[in-house]
């Protein structure tokens, strides 16, 4: 199959209305120049592999998918990255020659908002991570990758964090989701991959007393950009990362594979996403 001269990409999810994806990814076709088109699409579980049988042959060149389909569009994919399999998870396919391509750029997208929004952040001090879900296994996965020696993984239902402990092997310690406020002492980084303090949600009660002040705090949330957690942090002078920027980086591999350019993540990206 050729490339389609005006190529098409898109989000799926259920429900998707809320995403502000087409915004990020229309905003970067007319900052490159780029000829082409992204949308949302709403799709039943049980119409995903019809859907992505069907989209190539209408000029989608790819998509991003997002909950409930993550986990069951990377077992329909023909070939998949080594990232999305121990992610578990897909959020980006491409699709070329008649074939999926499964990739999934959350952890990449986490890393790069870090190193970008706190460039002097100590990646051999141990790490926190609040939550296991869906999130927390790219999260997880990411921090391994660049080193930490030890992350310690506290999460409401500990069985989920002792799973992941299991699936990811010893440098992931769990703790008791009750201990999380005395298990902050010597950390580099606490990151918070919880849904807590997000619009709508409890907010996330952890006392930051015994975490470093060289410490960097993130949280995935990002409605509201300055969640209570990071507000706390920044007050007693932890630096500080939002979570737009996690969102805004893992899009750019899927640009750039759908699109052929290389999209820049700025200020301007922001202020169009944010509305
Ligand atoms: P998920 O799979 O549903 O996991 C939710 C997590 O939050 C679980 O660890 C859950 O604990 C915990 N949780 C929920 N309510 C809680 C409560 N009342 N008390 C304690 N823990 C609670 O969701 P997800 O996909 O991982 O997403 C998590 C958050 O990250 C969401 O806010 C999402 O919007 C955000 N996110 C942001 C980005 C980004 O680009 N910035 C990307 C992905 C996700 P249990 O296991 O005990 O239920």
Redesign the pocket.
């Known amino acids: 199959m050729n490339s389609p001269r005006f190529p098409l990409a898109a989000v799926i999810g259920s429900p998707i209305s809320h995403s502000r994806s087409p915004v990020m990814h229309r905003y970067w076709l007319s900052q490159q120049q780029v000829a082409g088109d992204y949308t949302k699409l709403d799709v039943r579980a049980d119409d995903l592999r019809d859907v992505l049988k069907t989209l190539p042959k209408m000029g989608f060149v790819g998509v991003n998918i997002?909950?409930p389909h993550k986990q069951a569009a990377l077992e329909l994919a023909d070939q998949v990255t080594d990232r999305a399999a121990r992610i578990g998870a897909a959020n980006t396919l491409v699709f070329k020659d008649g074939l999926i391509f499964a990739d999934n750029t959350?952890g990449y997208?986490?890393i790069q908002?870090l190193k970008t929004g706190a460039p002097d952040w100590n990646s051999s001090l141990p790490a926190v991570v609040?939550?296991?879900?869906?999130?927390?296994?790219?999260v997880i996965v990411s921090l391994l990758d660049e080193g930490v020696p030890t992350l310690r993984l506290m999460?409401?239902?500990?069985a989920?964090?002792e799973a992941l402990a299991q699936e990811f092997g010893t440098r992931v310690e769990v703790r008791d989701?009750d201990d999380r406020s005395q298990t902050l002492n010597g950390a580099g980084l606490l990151v918070?991959?919880?849904?807590?303090?997000?619009v709508g949600?409890?907010e996330?009660a952890i006392d930051l007393n015994t975490l470093p002040s060289e410490a960097i705090v993130t949280?995935?949330?990002?409605?509201p950009l300055m969640t209570d957690l990071l507000a706390r942090a920044q007050a007693r002078g932890n630096v500080i990362v939002?979570?737009?920027?996690?969102?805004?980086?893992?899009g750019v591999p899927g640009f750039e594979m759908w699109f052929g350019a290389t999209p820049t993540v700025d200020t301007a990206t922001r202020k169009a996403v944010l509305g």
Request: glycine fraction near 16%; proline fraction near 2%; hydrophobic fraction near 40%.
């Open positions: 997002t909950i959350d997208g986490f908002n609040l939550g296991a879900g869906g999130a927390a296994r790219a999460n409401r239902s500990k989920k964090a989701w918070n991959t919880t849904s807590l303090g997000m949600q409890p996330l949280d995935l949330v990002y409605t939002d979570g737009l920027g996690m969102l805004l980086h893992q």
